[in-house]
Nanobody
Framework: QVQLVESGGGLVQPGGSLRLSCAAS????????MDWYRQAPGNERELVAA???????NYADSVKGRFTISRDNAKNTVYLQMDSLKPEDTAVYFC???????????????WGQGTQVTVSS
């Protein structure tokens, strides 16, 4: 069993910054991809940013140049630095991680509970 705890959401003015964190704990042998998704009211959940175990990153076009994903493998934690925030970034942000619980075990995806980000003046 893997637990994900997210933090860092809140209310920020347009142009401001927030940093989200997501810490994984539990039965973890290794972590592959770590991702951030978001879902705004009435919209489908969309991938915002992803990072592989070796640090390769990928971003949605809408956040390129403004958001930065990073990870600390020693802490089993993924971060999302969000700068130059816009009202259209308002959403619930979810982290997800692909975990092996033992050597050569199956990869299982776990999800965080979500954290609200609101960009408004």
């Amino acid at each position: 069993q893997v637990q994900l705890v997210e933090s860092g959401g809140g209310l920020v003015q347009p142009g401001g910054s927030l940093r989200l964190s997501c810490a994984a704990s539990g039965n973890i042998f290794s972590i592959n991809d770590m991702d951030w998704y978001r879902q705004a009211p009435g919209n489908e959940r969309e991938l915002v940013a992803a990072i592989t175990s070796v640090g390769t990153t990928n971003y949605a076009d809408s956040v390129k140049g403004r958001f930065t994903i990073s990870r600390d493998n020693a802490k089993n934690t993924v971060y999302l630095q969000m700068d130059s925030l816009k009202p259209e970034d308002t959403a619930v942000y979810f982290c997800s991680v692909d975990v092996r619980s033992y050597y050569r075990g199956p990869i299982q995806r776990s999800w965080g509970q979500g954290t609200q980000v609101t960009v408004s003046s």
